[in-house]
């Protein structure tokens, strides 16, 4: 059972380049998510996907977009990859729906860490 | 909005030491609580939950209990070891949120 599987695991961009982080769960589960972690400030929310066909914004979304391709797939794109968005992304899932359960566990991918020079 | 608020770290401990790390929230409703264990290299994974108030979530010699009354989800340890090295998230979540809220994270490090 590989949970939740994310690609690629370390990445170096030139500023202005743009990439997509791929993103895969085989639990069967509703929604899924995309964070960054840097230093000091914890876990931040880009964007989610309480159910498959619907995505929505988090806490910190401007310069990324995200496409939930099917059920398993939720992937997170940078236009134009900026400084700022060096960090550690992370992918997760939970079986949800997100609306009507708060009991769920979240399930979180290896993570992909990204340098943007 | 919920927030959730972690004691600041980093901590730490001798191999054996008493381990409390603590954690308290504000939210709108009746919240899950969570704490999940990051270790290095590696993404977070659950540690142990609690889904109604006074409930205690345990796992791996870790507990912790639900208080409503002082909205409180204190993370103890009787006896630490090398290997609980990590990084310790508490996390809350709500039904109709969509999403869960984390902690910044408080970092532990137990030398023996």
């Known amino acids: 059972n590989a949970g939740v599987t994310q690609t690629p695991k370390f990445q170096v961009l030139k500023t202005g380049q743009s990439m997509t982080l791929q993103c895969a769960q085989d639990?069967?589960?509703?929604?899924m998510y995309w964070y960054r972690q840097d230093p000091g400030m914890g876990l931040r929310l880009i964007y989610y996907?309480?159910?498959?066909?619907?995505?929505d914004k988090g806490e910190v979304p401007n310069g990324y977009n995200v496409s939930r391709l099917n059920k398993r797939e939720f992937s997170l794109r940078l236009e134009s990859a900026a400084p700022s968005q060096t960090s550690v992304y992370f992918c997760?899932?939970?079986?949800?729906?997100?609306?009507?359960?708060?009991?769920?566990?979240?399930?979180f991918g290896p993570g992909t860490r990204l340098t943007v020079l | 909005g919920d927030s959730v608020t972690q004691m600041e770290g980093p901590v730490t401990l001798s191999e054996e030491a008493f381990l409390t790390i603590n954690c308290t929230y504000t939210?709108?409703?009746?919240?899950?609580l969570f704490w999940y264990v990051q270790y290095p290299g590696e993404g977070l994974q659950l540690l142990l939950k609690?889904?109604?108030?006074?409930d205690k979530g345990s796992n791996k010699g870790f507990e912790a209990t639900y208080r409503k009354e002082t909205t409180s989800f204190h993370l103890e340890k009787g006896s630490v070891q090398v290997s609980d090295s990590a990084v310790y998230f508490c996390?809350?979540?709500?039904?109709?949120?969509?999403?869960?809220?984390f902690g910044d994270g408080t970092t532990l490090t137990v030398k023996p």
């Open positions: 996390a809350l979540s709500e039904a109709g949120a969509g999403k869960s809220t």
């Open positions: 639990m069967n589960h509703n929604s």
């Open positions: 609690a889904t109604k108030a006074d």
């Open positions: 939210a709108t409703g009746y919240p899950s």
């Open positions: 997760a899932s939970r079986k949800g729906p997100a609306q009507l359960v708060s009991t769920d566990t979240q399930y």
């Open positions: 996907s309480a159910s498959e066909g619907t995505t």
